[in-house]
């Protein structure tokens, strides 16, 4: 199985028309997932890739028989992003991948806590969205299906990643080790995101697939802090194992500098690489120092976690 | 983008939250006229964007008006921590009974704005939490519901302030809340609000930063406040005349991203590594494996051959920079080809031989098998994904620097 897509999953496209829209709409349909429409106001009747195109959400769910689809990749200005995740929300989309980056906090809030009060779930914003191998894929992740094929192939690890390139790069790790990936998620790199890591646990806890978690992160947040919490107070039967990147940003010259990602800036003690490295470590979640060593140490907890 | 206190002062006073009667000036002589209209004490502090203001001799009391001037004069003529004053506030002094911190924040695990208050006010709040955190509230507001004073009322009465200070400091904290939504703030903070000894409460200094993210709406507001479109978003920071080259190559040309810092960096493996978090892994482990990178670099979004080009010059042509390492996570968006097209087309032009100056070139992913032709055509050592991140920063300082550590 896999969290939050499956086969079925049907979303739509908000943007569509914008260029790298048109390509990821490319790249989702050739990866099989059911695209059943795309909004950009104004551009009611065209198609993208035989996609029809219309002007609001209301008009689509009409199209398509009163069906409200599952899910919609926002690739819209972030001017215009509240609004559109607002659109959706208001017409019952249940699963929302935002990639647009740069867009205020203000409104990534507003978002996130109308989504929570709907039973909603945003994943990003600044994301390439999720895939789940060989079945379906929603956003940019992993790009041409070509290429998400090579380095996605179907397994029983679970990975979310603060970086959606770090995602394919780590899932293409485990893809070559033979272990494959379950559900891979490119969470986003901003200071306020939908789906933090201990948001998405519940998730993978629940799918039988997933034998083993990774995750990819980085300085600046507090959500390392967030996930170190849940597992001691969830009896999780996944073994988590996590990489850091940035420690160099502990230096002192690199003090108040951010690189990456937006989220990146250390606002305090507790968002530098070390303290986060040592409370994921109190957790019980081992710390690699290399994305090579990953592999290997998954198939260890496994192996343990089913001896016990 | 952060705001000089006389500012911050101002979109305090806007959201009618009370305030001194202060004035701001450049002119020393003008800070007498003003201390003449205040007529009586005055405190006269430098309006720089960079702490330590007391410390560093930029806030000086001054009994009379030509003591204001006086003053003025050698604060305008201060440098702090590298920053010349904007010009100079000219505050009445107030006689002050106890001070009050308020201020609020994102909090990005919430996903909420979060308000701060404690009774233990003009000193850093960090400090006072750690030390006294029963005399710190805390309280998540919604940026969705309909904001009301009962909410700031909580977070006052949790840092254990009751009386007439609680009912005078409430109005004052749900403005500032409703201010830091209204004006897409990322931090906005009164320290202290004072309680003066006729009973009143005053804000004595603001500190306000606005995302800049918000700026592009927040329009009427800066303008308001005279800020220029050339003041941008005012980072302090100074850019090194790499940083400058590579953002203006960037700058010439929409397609991608490149990036790239040196500030903090000063060795002499050369940087050409990809995108966001691909960088942070590929810098560690340039480092960890004792490596000294010469700077940071990051490439995304599918450049052109001549922004992948102009980045590999401008590293190439720092000092004690001979050789670069060009490496990437897998790529889907950004193609291999073309990186390898601009890398070997900066060392053409500078005239270095592509297979020498290349340490190692390490990207896999979209259009590869292309890209690999043109590294072997030149000579040029690649990996596929097949050799790690790691494997390939620790061959780049081997061949550079001598052995890995």
């Known amino acids: ?308 | 983008m952060r705001f000089f206190e006389y500012e911050a002062r101002e979109i305090v006073k806007r959201a009618g939250i009370p305030v001194t009667d202060y004035g701001f000036t450049t002119d020393a002589a003008e800070a007498k006229t003003i201390a003449e209209r205040i007529g009586g004490p005055t405190v006269i502090k430098s309006q720089v964007l960079t702490g330590g203001r007391m410390k560093a001799g930029g806030v000086k009391f001054a009994d009379t008006p030509d003591e204001a001037q006086a003053h003025a004069a050698d604060i305008l003529k201060l440098e702090i921590n590298g920053h010349e004053p904007r010009g100079v506030l000219v505050d009445p002094k107030a006689d002050v009974k106890q001070e009050y911190y308020m201020g609020v924040v994102w909090d990005g695990a919430a996903k909420k704005p979060l308000m701060l208050f404690s009774d233990m006010g003009g000193i850093d709040i960090e400090q006072v939490a750690e030390e006294h955190p029963d005399h710190v509230g805390r309280g998540h507001f919604s940026t969705l519901h309909p904001f009301s004073d009962f909410m700031a009322k909580q977070v006052i009465a949790d840092a254990g302030v009751t009386g007439k200070a609680l009912q005078r400091c409430t109005p004052i904290l749900a403005r500032l809340a409703q201010l830091f939504l209204d004006n897409d703030m990322i931090l906005a903070e009164i320290n202290p609000i004072a309680e003066l000894q006729d009973g009143s409460f005053v804000a004595l200094d603001a500190h306000m930063e606005m995302e800049n993210e918000g700026m592009g709406r927040q329009k009427a507001l800066i303008k308001a406040l005279g800020i220029g479109a050339e003041e941008g978003t005012r980072e302090t920071y100074v850019p090194s005349a790499f940083e400058e080259a590579v953002h203006a190559v960037d700058a010439a040309d929409h397609r991608g991203v490149i990036q790239g810092k040196d500030n903090g960096f000063d060795g002499n493996i050369g940087l050409i590594i990809g995108a966001g978090g691909g960088s942070l892994t590929l810098t560690d482990a340039v480092r960890q494996q004792g490596g000294k990178p010469a700077n940071y670099s990051e490439i995304g979004g599918n450049p052109s051959v001549a922004k992948a080009c102009g980045l590999a010059k401008a590293v190439l042509q720092k000092d004690g920079v001979e050789k670069i390492a060009v490496m990437m996570s897998i790529v889907s968006n950004t193609r291999v080809d073309i990186v390898a097209r601009g890398v070997i087309k900066a060392c053409l032009e500078l005239g270095k031989d592509p297979a020498e100056t290349i340490a190692i070139f390490r990207i896999p992913g979209a259009w590869e098998d292309e890209g690999f032709k043109i590294l072997d055509k030149y000579g040029i050592e690649y990996c596929d994904r097949s050799v790690s991140l790691w494997e390939a920063a620790g061959r780049a300082v081997e061949k550079i620097q001598g052995a890995a550590a």
């Open chain 1, 1 to 308: 199985m896999s969290i939050l897509i499956n086969k079925d999953t049907t979303f739509i496209i908000q943007g569509i028309t914008g260029r790298e829209a048109i390509n990821l709409t490319r790249e989702c349909l050739d990866y099989g997932s059911k695209i059943v429409g795309g909004v950009t106001p104004g551009r009611k009747g065209r198609e993208v890739h035989g996609v029809p195109v219309f002007d609001t959400i209301a008009q689509l769910v009409e199209h398509n028989g009163g069906v409200v689809p599952d899910g919609s990749v926002v690739t819209v200005p972030p001017a215009g992003t509240k609004d559109a995740v607002f659109e959706a929300l208001y017409a019952g989309i249940k699963t929302i991948v935002i990639v647009t980056e740069r867009i205020p906090r203000r409104d990534v809030a507003a978002m996130v806590e109308l989504a929570d009060l709907n039973g909603a779930r945003i994943i990003g914003p600044n994301c390439l969205g999720l895939i789940v191998p060989g079945v379906a894929k929603m956003g940019g992740i992993g790009g041409p299906a070509k290429n998400a094929a090579q380095a996605y192939q179907p397994g029983n690890v679970g990975v979310m990643s603060r970086s959606g390139g770090m995602t394919t790069e780590i899932s293409s790790t485990l893809t070559a080790a033979g272990l494959g990936v379950s559900t891979a998620v490119s969470i986003g790199g901003d200071a306020i995101i939908g789906s933090t890591y201990a948001e998405l646990m519940p998730y993978f806890e629940a799918d039988e697939q997933t034998q083993a978690i990774v995750i990819y992160t980085e300085p600046g947040g507090r959500m390392e802090a967030q996930l170190a919490a849940w597992v001691k107070e969830n009896n999780s039967r996944l073994p988590i194992i996590a990489f850091m990147a940035g420690k160099f940003m502990d230096d002192d010259e690199m003090q108040g500098m951010s690189f990456g990602h937006a989220g990146t800036i250390v606002e305090g003690k507790e968002d530098s690489a070390t303290e986060k490295i040592a409370r994921l470590e109190e957790a019980g979640i081992p710390v690699v120092e290399r994305i090579d060593e990953i592999p290997a140490l998954v198939k260890q907890k496994i192996a343990e976690r089913s001896a016990a």
